[in-house]
């Protein structure tokens, strides 16, 4: 009602009453009217400005914070503080007017609500997010299925509930605040896993901002798919795949290489097959040509000895070698193979020792109308090297060239220095083997060190061979850690072939001590033959065997002698010169080359088996001609034994060895025969003379001769040895020599032998007085005769009559 009108007011919900039906009213202090109603408390605010009064509805809820929309009839008072009050349904609201309309307010703005998934939280409900009430709760976990999350909010300001506005952010999603107007709910839809910060901010139903900001930490945790442990166990898959994945293809690639390897054995057995197969075939051809031909002869020789006798024994000895080379060759190139082989090192002059394998080839070459020729750069060149192993390669390479090259062929042997770079130990030695010969198609180049292989593999071709050679060739130089190649044609010609050897060797300093030191220390020693006589001795030990060398090539003199470090050793240059010296020095063997200017080998034999001085020397042969006829020739000449060139050391000196020892058998042969020794027939006297020559029994008669002479003067007691030389027509050295050498005696020693033996002989007749006994022996001295009879016997002459009384005397 207007005082000044007295006019009545109708307001109702349509001028911003939130009900018609009011229960109760009540004044404020400031003027303003409070009512409560069905919907709420209202309060009508009085305003006076120019234009006159003003009343403005304000119209608080239970969003308010009222308890209730809904007031009761009746329930209402102003309190004595200006507070009013009024009651409702729920109970009862009690609030300062003033502070409720107040301006300018920064209400308090709260979480009130949490939803997840549309669904109201409460403390310790069953989804278990709130443990304590939401006013209290600072943070929330969230986990991946509570994907809708509502948050509720109210501010505190009750001047204008419906006025106050809100803005809020959700830090993590939201960049900006998000105004809300008066909405006061906020809603987040699949938060990704996380933790963000809601936060909260409020207005006053004018505008202000409040400045207090509601905060709640929220954590969505991730599925368990995505968990850190879910990562680790991807994490760990993932290395699993990877490791079993390398496994994978490492065991595949290993299969793979095994699968390879199995073909790769497969391929190399089956290609071994064909080899074994293809070297059955060569190796049983090689067996079976040499064996067919041997067994063939035999029976020629069995059924027609006189045609075939000469002919066939060299065809069996040149096949049985053939055999025994090809096996030793095997067995050397197995040995090689199997690592079993080793360098056997001696220091010395290389270059001497190449000449002489050189020159042992010579006469063959010759005997072939071959030409071969030693070059050489150097004069000396002192290293370690394996003789045998040289002897084994250049003879492999040189009978090769002299084998494929026809008549009126050259064959040359160079020798050059190289330096081995990195190695200032070592020098290199080139050896080149050049033939003018039929060469090597160039196809085969390649495989011509392959064992077995034979550039001409067919049945018929000329030159025999096994294909060994050259591969066991190549072993050997590998073993010296050196190279072997080939050349056909040699550059610069246009037929023949060139085989290359390098050999890095280990020098030495020619201190004098080399291991072939009679090579070294040869010394020429004028004093046991006449002027123009050359002999040299090994050293001066007398004792030693005295052996005579008769060969016309210096460098084989050279390593010859260096095979013989313990003989004396005397040298002649040709078989005239030999034969001179022989008679000169009577040495204990002979040594002799065959072919030989003047004289040669089988002359030389000759003239020495008939000669009395030098008929019970031993005589070798050196020859490079080892066919049957020469040596049937050298041994009908009386040669003891025979030796091919190049020879091996070891055969040669076991071969000497053999002659001294059966010349020492048949010392006591020779006394028996005499009468002067009647020693037991040891194994070894049996032997020796079972192998005796016809120059041998030849020896029996000049013991037996010499026997004769000193028994023919018996009783001259002033017969003397010099009397006796003179009767053999000897010098006293040589007949010493001769006697030595046949029975282990010297003349002097021979003669009183002798005269003993005819002493005891009339001894055992007791009708013999000892004086007479000395006169008859040549003895006119009979203390004398006793007293070396004593010396001799251990027994005075009349003791030894006493033990060996005749028996029919008795
Ligand atoms: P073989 O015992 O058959 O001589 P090698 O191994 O010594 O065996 O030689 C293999 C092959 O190489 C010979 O059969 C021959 O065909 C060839 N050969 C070797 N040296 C010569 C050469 N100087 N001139 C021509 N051919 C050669």
Redesign the pocket.
């Known amino acids: 009602m207007d005082k000044t009108s007295g006019d009545f007011f109708h307001l109702t919900t349509k001028d911003g009453l939130p009900n018609d039906v009011v229960y109760g009213i009540l004044a404020d202090s400031a003027g303003n009217i409070w009512g409560s109603t069905n919907r709420g408390i209202f309060c009508l605010i009085h305003s006076v400005s120019k234009t006159g009064d003003h009343w403005q509805f304000r119209n608080f809820t239970k969003t308010d914070g009222l308890q209730d929309d809904e007031f009761n009839t009746g329930a209402y008072a102003k309190l004595a503080n200006g507070n009013l009050a009024f009651g409702g349904v729920n109970g009862l609201n009690i609030f300062n007017p003033a502070e409720v309309l107040v301006a300018g307010y920064s209400p308090g703005v709260f979480i009130t609500d949490i939803l997840v998934n549309n669904e109201a939280l409460t403390p310790n409900d069953k989804t278990g997010i709130l443990q304590q009430s939401i006013e209290q709760t600072k943070s929330i976990t969230l986990n991946w299925l509570q994907d809708i999350l509502t948050l509720e909010f109210s501010s505190l300001d009750f001047t204008a509930p419906g006025q106050n506005k809100y803005r809020y952010q959700l830090a993590g999603v939201d960049k900006d605040w998000v105004e809300s107007g008066n909405r006061r709910t906020a809603t987040y839809l699949h938060l990704p896993p996380g933790n963000y910060v809601f936060k909260v901010q409020g207005s006053n139903s004018q505008g202000i901002w409040s400045d207090k900001i509601a905060e709640l930490h929220i954590t969505v945790l991730p599925p368990w798919w995505r968990s850190w442990w879910a990562y680790l166990c991807y994490a760990l898959l993932v290395g699993l795949c990877i490791w079993a994945y390398l496994r994978f293809t490492l065991n595949r690639a290993r299969l793979k290489a095994q699968l390879n390897f199995e073909q790769l054995e497969a391929k190399r057995v089956k290609e071994l097959d064909t080899i074994k197969t293809q070297l059955y075939t060569n190796i049983t051809h090689e067996f079976r040509t040499p064996l067919t031909i041997i067994l063939g002869m035999a029976q020629q020789i069995v059924n027609k000895p006189g045609e075939y006798f000469n002919s066939g024994m060299d065809m069996i000895i040149r096949n049985g070698k053939n055999l025994l080379k090809l096996v030793n060759e095997m067995l050397d190139l197995s040995k090689l193979e199997t690592g079993k082989m080793s360098l056997q090192l001696i220091n010395g002059d290389m270059i001497n020792f190449l000449r002489y394998i050189a020159e042992s080839f010579h006469s063959l070459a010759e005997s072939q109308h071959k030409q071969l020729h030693f070059l050489s750069d150097i004069d000396t060149l002192h290293v370690a090297y394996d003789p045998e192993k040289i002897r084994q390669i250049v003879s ?1 390479l040189l009978s ?2 002299l ?2 090259t026809p008549e009126k062929g050259n064959i040359y042997i160079s020798v050059t220095e190289y330096t081995v770079t990195g190695r200032a130990d070592k020098i290199g030695l080139v050896i080149k083997v050049k ?1 003018t ?4 198609p160039e196809s085969q180049l390649q495989h ?1 060190f392959d064992r077995f ?4 593999n067919s049945h018929t071709r000329k ?1 025999e ?7 066991l060739t190549k072993e050997l130089v590998k073993l010296m850690e050196g190279e072997i190649t080939v050349k056909s044609p040699p550059s610069g010609s246009n037929k023949g ?1 060139e ?1 290359t050897v390098s050999l890095p060797l280990i020098k030495v300093v020619d201190t004098g001590e080399a291991d072939d030191v009679p090579l070294l220390k040869i010394s020429y020693d004028h004093t046991t033959a006449s002027e123009n006589k050359t002999v040299i001795t090994n050293g001066h030990n007398a004792t030693n065997p005295l052996i005579l060398l008769v060969e016309d090539n210096a460098d084989v003199v050279a390593y010859t002698a260096s095979c013989l470090p313990d003989y004396r050793l005397a040298v002649g240059k040709d078989g005239k010169e030999g034969f001179e010296i022989a008679k000169e020095i009577i040495p204990d063997l002979i040594i002799t080359d065959v072919m030989m200017p003047f004289v040669d080998g089988f002359e030389l034999c000759k003239l020495l088996r008939s000669d009395e001085h030098t008929s019970h020397i031993p005589i070798i042969m050196l020859t490079a001609k080892a066919d049957i006829e020469s040596r049937l020739q050298g041994l009908s000449t009386g040669a003891d034994a025979y030796l091919e060139k190049p020879f091996n050391k070891e055969e040669l000196s076991i071969r000497i060895n053999k002659l001294l020892e059966l010349r020492k058998n048949l010392q006591q042969y020779y006394l028996k025969k005499a009468g002067l020794a009647d020693v037991a027939q040891s194994p070894a006297i049996l032997a020796a003379t079972s192998e005796m020559t016809l120059s041998d029994k030849r020896e029996d008669e000049f013991v037996k001769k010499v026997r004769e002479i000193i028994e023919l003067h018996l009783t001259e007691t002033n017969f003397s040895v010099e009397q006796l030389c003179q009767s053999v027509f000897m010098s006293y050295s040589q007949l010493n020599r001769k006697l030595d050498a046949l029975t282990g005696c010297s003349p002097n020693k021979f003669i009183r032998m002798i005269r003993f033996n005819k002493a005891k002989e009339l001894l055992k007749d007791p009708s013999n007085g000892i004086a007479s006994v000395a006169m008859d022996c040549g003895y006119n001295d009979p203390g004398y005769f006793a007293r070396i009879f004593k010396q001799e016997h251990g027994v005075t002459p009349h003791e030894w009559r006493m033990n060996n009384k005749l028996p029919y005397l008795n």
């Open positions: 492999n090769n060239a084998k494929f033939d010969g039929i060469g090597i011509i292989y034979q550039s001409d030159a061979g096994t294909g060994i050679g050259l591969a072939s085989f």
